[in-house]
């Protein structure tokens, strides 16, 4: 998707280890996300940023960190992976607040063994 | 707790059909209502957007129809093609930047 990049794509790692996602814009936008994509469950926010080092939780957010040290790049951490944060995570970027849609990646889907 | 409740999980359809895909919400501060269309392999894509206070938009073929009073909004796409296959979303928000999604709608069109 242009201007949202998002690495790796794929990613099989093993209960316990630390994993991190990288989402990177070229937009310039202030505002940015991180979902997971689960059957039965649609998406749901995990962390997103409102600027560079603000950041919340969302719906979702145990077992999860994340840091923006600059405007384009928005990390995810799982700290310590379990099975059940198998799932495709999704980055996404907004210009602003509540009324604008977002930009979403490609996703990543992240399997945990 | 699901903010935003979405039916059917699946449909499948004819070439020309119009199918619906129907939303529905508790929370009356949400004001906007947006429709995520989306490929496998993809990140879901905005696809058309409402706000409370009109009660139908069209976007080519896509329409959106909202009633407040019923707390419910549905999109409806006409003349169905083959490469309208695809997962849709609805989604609310209210200006707390956080957005709700549905469960998504698996959208089979037949030629």
């Known amino acids: 998707d242009a201007g949202i990049t998002q690495s790796p794509r794929h990613k099989v790692t093993e209960t316990g280890t630390p994993v991190t996602l990288r989402c990177h814009q070229t937009e310039n936008h202030r505002y940015m996300y991180w979902y997971r994509q689960d059957p039965g469950h649609g998406l749901r926010l995990i962390h997103y940023s409102y600027g560079v080092k603000d950041t919340d939780k969302g719906e979702v957010s145990d077992g999860y960190s994340v840091s923006r040290s600059k405007t384009e790049d928005f990390l995810l951490t799982l700290e310590s992976a379990t099975s059940s944060q198998t799932s495709v995570y999704f980055c996404?970027?907004?210009?602003?607040?509540?009324?604008?849609?977002?930009?979403f990646g490609s996703g990543t889907r992240l399997t945990v063994v | 707790q699901q903010q935003v409740k979405q039916s059917p999980q699946s449909l499948i359809v004819q070439k020309g059909g119009i199918p619906i895909i129907n939303c529905a919400y508790e929370?009356?501060?949400?004001?906007?209502f947006p429709w995520y269309q989306q490929f496998p392999g993809k990140g879901p894509a905005l696809l058309i957007a409402?706000?409370?206070?009109?009660s139908e938009k069209k976007e080519g073929r896509f329409t959106i129809s909202f009633n407040k009073s019923a707390k419910q909004f549905s999109l409806h796409i006409m003349d169905s093609q083959p490469g309208d296959s695809a997962t849709y979303f609805c989604a609310a928000s209210i200006t707390s930047n956080q957005f709700y999604f549905g469960t998504g709608t698996s959208l089979t069109v037949i030629p």
């Open positions: 996404a970027i907004s210009p602003g607040q509540g009324k604008y849609g977002y930009t």
């Open positions: 409402i706000r409370p206070d009109v």
């Open positions: 929370n009356t501060a949400f004001d906007y």
